[in-house]
């Protein structure tokens, strides 16, 4: 008996998968050259072949370390418009971000998606939406894409939407150097250092689900169909990526010399300005903020406290400050007002609107570190 292995398009065996794989590899390629910190040793280039990095060009004596992130419930939203192309800004914000504020700087990035099937092109024309705006994310933060794992786990993976397009999730592990001197601890952070608050439309990976509680209120069960396709848009406005602003004025490309003097960073994601400010910022150095200039809270968000506030009267707005950014991804802390302004400037040659919000203050006005926010231009 002979057994013949060729392109048999017919066997048993699942060549979509193949077609993904095929495709990611080329996403992968167009990357290795993104980062001046990095080079992607040649190798068999097979999509199935191993590759390897190093770092180059980094300051002396600076270290290295990974960590992993997914894309959250989002992607639901996504797959009730069949619209995938702002996702990979989402998964990318969320970790990118988080490495920048503690003065980190973002370098290679590992990927891993779970998908429920891929049988038809449409499967695979609805995947290859959010690999390509990979590829101009990457681009845009000088990340490499190294890698890339594909599983189709059929009923492992599911979705609230009974007529889910296209359920799938998203992860990744991200490896990026740190160096002492570069390093931002917060506890630079004193009275009258001034804050510059950098914008976000709409909805950042985090507290999607509260999100969709909102829709499901207002529209009902089947709000996948119900909802007005413009709503649910703008509730997917991609998060905005601020870390190849931040290594910039930290100083990663100026050989490790800082371009401004940043004393702390608060990413607002999950908890926004009571978990990821008031914290770990404030209450731990005794200091209260006051915002007075803060971006104005996108309407899809208002609506969505509109529409929980009607089934739930304790809700206040000051619990979706608590909650959502409402308006801001990220609050900087910088010496004074001029290094604010010249980090504004910076942050503007990297599509990142910011402005001043205001100030820290010393608590000992207060009885306990506090935030206050004046909403009356909101």
């Not at 993904?20 to 980062?35: A, R």
């Not at 996702?87 to 779970?114: E, F, Q």
């Not at 390093?183 to 950042?204: C, M």
């Not at 703008?234 to 490790?256: D, F, M, Q, T």
Request: aromatic share 14%.
């Amino acid at each position: 008996m002979n057994i013949i292995i060729g392109w048999n398009t017919d066997n048993f065996y699942d060549t979509h998968k193949d077609t993904l794989s095929e495709y990611w590899w080329k996403i992968c390629q167009e990357s290795f050259q993104n980062s001046p910190f990095v080079e992607v040793e040649k190798t068999d280039w097979h999509f199935r072949a191993e590759r390897s990095f190093q770092f180059k060009n980094l300051p002396e004596w600076y270290t290295q370390t990974m960590g992993s992130d997914w894309i959250g419930t989002k992607v639901i939203l996504a797959d009730a418009l069949e619209a995938y192309n702002t996702l990979a800004h989402d998964l990318i914000a969320m970790w990118v971000d988080d490495i920048a504020r503690y003065g980190g700087i973002p370098l290679v990035v590992s990927n891993v998606s779970d998908i429920k099937w891929a049988e038809t092109q449409e499967h695979i024309h609805s995947f290859k939406q959010a690999l390509d705006w990979l590829s101009e994310i990457a681009k845009e933060q000088e990340l490499v894409i190294l890698s890339w794992e594909t599983a189709s786990l059929w009923k492992c993976i599911g979705s609230p939407n009974p007529n889910a397009n296209f359920p799938f999730n998203w992860s990744a592990t991200f490896l990026w150097a740190s160096h002492e001197k570069l390093k931002i601890t917060w506890e630079k952070l004193k009275a009258w250092n001034i804050l510059v608050a950098l914008k976000q439309d709409g909805f950042r990976s985090n507290g999607i689900s509260k999100v969709r509680k909102a829709f499901e209120l207002k529209y009902g069960k089947n709000w996948y169909k119900e909802a007005p396709r413009e709503e649910i848009l703008e509730a997917l406005s991609p998060s905005k990526v601020y870390a190849r602003a931040i290594s910039e004025a930290n100083g990663w490309y100026n050989n490790g010399e800082p371009l401004v003097n940043i004393t702390a960073i608060s990413h607002l994601s999950w908890g926004s300005f009571q978990s990821k400010f008031h914290e770990p910022l404030l209450a731990k150095h005794w200091l209260s903020a006051t915002f007075d200039n803060l971006y104005s809270i996108p309407e899809i968000t208002k609506k969505c406290i509109e529409w929980l506030i009607e089934w739930w009267e304790s809700l206040s707005l000051e619990d979706a400050y608590q909650t959502w950014w409402c308006g801001q991804g990220m609050i900087v802390a910088l010496e004074d007002q001029k290094s604010a302004e010249d980090f504004i400037k910076i942050c503007s040659g990297f599509w990142v609107e910011g402005q001043l919000a205001w100030e820290i203050k010393d608590t000992k006005k207060w009885k306990n570190p506090n935030v206050i926010i004046k909403t009356s231009s909101h």
